[in-house]
């Protein structure tokens, strides 16, 4: 199990039998990458920093690399995102294309193009680093490349590529127990599923690795220490609870993970966990209301840490900053919103609803909207209502025709929380 290749080890035993320069610097790579895994991320940032130093010095250039890589994780996971930029930025840039070494600055890269929404520039670095990754790479390597690009496929509404993407990805990761890796590939499955509102799509891929089971063992468990694999499917239940309509469960998961994540520190994954939190529990307070609680989170994380990875794994969070912002309600510097021009346009992307639901529904429409709104499939919504599926999407395009929209999404995001 790659998060237990340490496990139980003495590290300041390891550290002083490791005698040989050669050896004393791998092994400080290793530890370094252990700290990481398990959310320790000051001693990650130590271990990386001499690991590099000592490699370098010993001309083991590829694994230098990989230590300067450790370095920049941590970084980035502690919120100090302009020095990890920095350091990417001047290592990608200086690296050639020919030197292995370049593979790592390259996959470190496609993250800071992605968060720093150069959607384009991150999707052409992933395909340019696709035919280089194979499955005896570093597997951060494999799988940041593969989910970031099914990530960019999906934005551009290339659902089908998306998912041959992820399910390639799931296929590298069966020649190791890679559970976490495995777990990052769930998360972006259920992500994908949450915000197309592809609702038979989530419910299989719950079953499939069992959400249910996870949700049902950690009710009342949080684990002593951090785990990413923990985390990220944790986040995925999550999602599948909203989806079912199970808010209250979500938001106990929720705060369970955010206990757990800022414990360790790991501020770019506080950042996103805590934006589902003011999404599900900012539905039906006033607008000022809701503009306090962005504020907040801003002043929290900061305002570039709430980048492009928050907007995509906080479903909801982007409309809502939207609308606040062009109400007047949230004030943004231009230079933020310029960089977010697909969430801060001029035109607000979801209108309010043109017409008022309670005078143009019928009373069984409106009890299928609302159930609608609570984020229900077509098959939950006719199991409270006791109608058919076919009755009930009946009902539903009735629904949608009356309202003047054309889909469940955005149905639900131009509607005022009832």
């Known amino acids: 199990h790659d998060t237990d290749f340490m496990e139980g080890a003495n590290l300041s035993l390891l550290m002083e039998s490791s005698g040989h320069r050669d050896i004393r610097a791998f092994s400080l790579a290793m530890v370094a990458y252990y700290h990481l ?16 130093d000592v490699l370098l010095r010993l001309g083991h250039h590829f694994t230098a690399g990989y230590a300067g890589l450790i370095t920049a994780l941590a970084n980035h996971q502690l919120g100090h995102i302009g020095e990890a930029v920095a350091f990417i930025n001047e290592h990608f840039h200086g690296t050639s294309r020919d030197c292995p070494t370049w593979s790592l600055w390259a996959t470190g890269m496609v993250v800071v193009l992605y968060d720093q929404n150069r959607l384009e520039e991150a999707k052409q670095l992933c395909e340019d680093l696709l035919p280089m990754v194979s499955s005896a790479s570093a597997t951060e390597v494999i799988s940041t490349v593969y989910l970031t690009l099914s990530r960019l496929q999906h934005l551009q509404g290339k659902q089908k590529p998306s998912e041959r993407m992820l399910e390639k990805l799931l296929g590298i990761l069966q020649l190791g127990n890679y559970q976490r890796f495995v777990n990052m590939a769930v998360l972006e499955m259920m992500r994908q599923a949450f ?3 592809h609702w038979a799509r989530l419910d299989a891929v719950a079953e499939r690795f069992d959400l249910a089971g996870w949700v049902a063992e950690n009710a009342a468990r949080t684990p002593p220490t ?115 021009p697909s969430v801060f346009d001029a035109a607000p992307a979801n209108d309010p609803l043109a017409v008022d639901p309670d005078s143009v529904l019928t009373p069984k429409e409106l009890e299928i909207f609302e159930l609608l709104q609570s984020g229900l499939s077509n098959a939950h919504i006719s199991e409270k209502t006791g109608t058919s599926v076919t009755t009930t999407k009946w009902h539903l395009k009735n629904i949608y025709s009356k309202l003047g929209v054309s889909s469940r999404t955005e149905a639900v995001l131009r509607a005022a929380p009832r």
């Open 37 to 52: 895994q398990h959310g320790r991320l000051e001693s990650a940032l130590a271990f990386s920093c001499q690991a590099r």
């Open 195 to 197: 915000t197309t509102g």
């Open 226 to 340: 951090y785990s990413q694999s923990w985390e990220r499917k944790g986040l995925a239940a999550a999602y599948w609870l909203i989806a079912n309509g199970r808010l209250a469960e979500a938001e106990a998961v929720l705060q369970r993970l955010l206990a757990v994540v800022k414990a360790a520190g790991i501020m770019t994954r506080a950042s996103i966990i805590e934006a589902n939190l003011l999404v599900i529990t900012g539905k039906g307070l006033s607008a000022s209301e809701q503009a306090k609680r962005v504020d907040e989170l801003i002043t929290r994380y900061g305002l570039l840490n709430i980048n492009r990875s928050v907007f995509d794994e906080a479903p909801g969070l982007a409309s809502l900053m939207q609308r606040l912002w062009g109400s007047g309600a949230l004030m943004l510097p231009d230079f933020y919103t310029e960089l977010f």
